[in-house]
C-alpha cells in the first residue's frame, strides 16, 4: 500500500491538475475566438501559450501517476523519479514557449508597419487572462510547497509565464489602440527573457532530484539533533541523505556501546530509523548502521 504523503501527494496534483486543464482550455478558446475576431495578433499568441498548460498539466497528471505507485521487482526504490522528469519536460515547453515569444516579438519589431489596431473586447479578454492565470498561479504554487512537488511548483510557473505573457499582450493592444502598436513586441521580449530564466531554474531542480543531491545542510543538522537525542546513541560516524523525487533518503552510521548485546544494538538503530522517519514525513526511508564506539 502506498503511504499516506504518497497519497496525499497523488490527491492533491490530481485536482489541481484538473482545475488547470478545464480553466486553460476555457482560456485558450476565449483569447483564440477573440483574438481572430477582433484583430489581435498577440492574443492569438497568447492563446497559443495558454493551451500548451494544457499540455503541460497533463504532463504532470501523467508524471504524478507514475510517480506514485508503489515499488515493484524492476523499481524496488519507486517511482518517485519520474515527476522530476515530467518537471524537465515542462521546462522544455517552458523554454521553447519563451523563444518562441521572443522571436514573434523581433519579428514585429522588424515588420512594425504591418502591426494592426486590435477591438477593445481583445484588451478585456487579456485582462481577464491576467487575473485566471495569477489566481491559477497562487492555488499551484501553494499546493506544490504543501506537497513538496517539483513538477507542480513547474507547472505553477508555467501558469505565471502565461500571466506575464498576457500582461504583455494587455500592454501592446494597450499601446496599439493609444497609437504606439510596438509596444507589444518590446513587452514580449522581455517577456521571453523571464520565461527562459524559470525555465532554467525548473531544469536545475529537476536534475538535483535525479542526481541524488543532499537535501541540505540545514535539514541534515536538524536530523543530527534528533539522532543523537536517542537514548543509547553515543555518537554519529556517518549521515548522507539524498533526494530522491520529492522524498528523501537517509543513510546513517551511529556509535554505541559495544560491549551491549546485538538485540539492544538494534533497538536503538531501530529507535533512531523511527525517530528520523515520523520527525520528517518527506524521508521515505531511513537506513541505521550501528558502530562500537
Known amino acids: ?31 483564440l475566438l477573440v483574438g481572430l475576431l477582433y484583430h489581435s495578433a498577440a492574443l492569438v499568441a497568447d492563446a497559443v501559450h495558454s493551451a500548451s498548460d494544457v499540455f503541460g498539466s497533463l504532463i504532470v497528471l501523467l508524471g ?19 515527476e522530476a522528469i515530467a518537471s524537465i519536460i515542462l521546462g522544455n515547453i517552458l523554454l521553447v514557449v519563451g523563444i518562441l ?5 523581433v519579428r514585429s519589431i522588424l515588420h512594425s508597419e504591418t502591426l ?9 479578454a487579456a485582462a481577464v487572462s491576467i487575473v485566471v492565470k495569477e489566481v491559477l498561479y497562487q492555488y499551484t504554487i501553494r499546493a506544490a510547497r504543501k506537497i513538496n512537488s517539483v513538477s507542480l511548483r513547474a507547472e505553477a510557473w508555467h501558469h505565471r509565464s502565461d500571466a506575464l505573457s498576457s500582461i504583455g499582450s494587455f ?13 507589444d513586441p518590446i513587452a514580449s521580449l522581455v517577456i521571453c527573457v523571464f520565461i527562459v530564466h524559470v525555465s532554467v531554474s525548473i ?10 543531491k543532499s537535501c541540505g545542510p540545514k535539514e541534515t543538522e536538524e536530523m543530527v539533533a534528533t539522532i543523537v537525542s536517542v537514548p543509547g546513541v553515543l555518537g554519529i560516524d556517518d549521515i548522507k541523505t539524498r533526494l530522491f523525487g520529492n522524498r528523501i533518503y537517509v543513510d546513517i552510521e551511529i556509535s554505541a556501546d559495544g560491549s551491549q548485546s546485538l538485540r539492544d544494538a538494534h533497538r536503538i538503530a531501530e529507535n533512531v530509523h523511527h525517530a528520523i522517519e515520523s520527525t520528517y514525513p518527506d524521508v521515505k526511508h531511513c537506513t541505521v548502521h550501528v558502530n562500537p564506539a
Open 1 to 31: 500500500m502506498p503511504d499516506e504523503k504518497t497519497m496525499e501527494t497523488k490527491k492533491v496534483t490530481t485536482r489541481v491538475s484538473t482545475v488547470s486543464i478545464v480553466s486553460n482550455t476555457a482560456l485558450s478558446l476565449l483569447k
Open 64 to 82: 504524478v501517476r507514475i510517480s506514485t505507485k508503489k515499488a515493484d521487482p524492476n523499481h524496488p526504490y519507486g517511482h518517485e523519479k519520474f
Open 101 to 105: 515569444i521572443g522571436v514573434s516579438g
Open 116 to 124: 494592426t489596431i486590435p477591438g477593445r473586447a481583445a484588451l478585456i
Open 171 to 183: 500592454i501592446g493592444i494597450l499601446g496599439a489602440r493609444l497609437g504606439v502598436p510596438i509596444l
Open 203 to 212: 531544469f536545475r531542480q529537476s536534475i538535483d532530484n535525479l542526481v541524488d
